[in-house]
């Protein structure tokens, strides 16, 4: 919790430490450079660490250690995508509901939405066909007598869900 706290404050700090009259652009003020650069960084951090996770997955593993990886992953990026909306909540408040509202930029989200855009975008669009075909490899195993971890198998549905109602392009 405390440490929770003290991210939140440094973003809170880091939005509101300029002056929000001082003009940086064209009908810019400085604190909407600052929500622009703060989202901008954050935008290439999910991206960064989605790669690095993506460069993990061996084109050799079994079907099983495909659907563990993923489900473990996609798990845990939901679980740190819900705290970091939190953590984020003063610029979602403020700089992406003004941008939203005014209409300047259709290609901004809330944090939340943006981590499971960006998932989706980055590596769920490049893996859904070696995941899906590790989902009906078990399932056939499973008809063929086999026990299998059903879990793993749900676990990836639910990705799938989201991803089928979240967003409309």
């Not at 993923?70 to 909306?85: G, I």
């Not at 749900?154 to 109602?165: H, N, P």
């Amino acid at each position: 919790r405390p440490r929770y706290m003290e991210l939140y404050s440094f973003v809170y700090d880091y939005c509101t430490s300029v002056d929000p009259n001082i003009q940086v652009g064209k009908n810019s003020t400085g604190a909407s450079f600052v929500g622009h650069e703060l989202y901008k960084k954050l935008t290439s951090f999910l991206d960064e660490y989605l790669k690095n996770l993506l460069s993990q997955i061996a084109p050799d593993w079994s079907d099983a250690d495909v659907l563990k990886f993923y489900t473990s992953n996609w798990n845990n990026y939901q679980f740190s995508c819900r705290v970091m909306n939190g953590i984020f909540a003063y610029l979602n408040r403020h700089w992406i509901r003004r941008e939203t509202n005014e209409g300047k930029n259709a290609v901004i989200y809330e944090v939340y939405q943006l981590a499971l855009f960006r998932w989706r975008e980055r590596l769920f669009q490049r893996q859904n066909i070696q995941v899906t075909d590790a989902i009906l490899s078990l399932i056939e195993n499973e008809r063929n007598g086999e026990t299998i971890a059903t879990s793993l198998i749900t676990d990836v549905l639910s990705c799938y869900g989201k991803f089928s109602f979240s967003f409309s392009l």
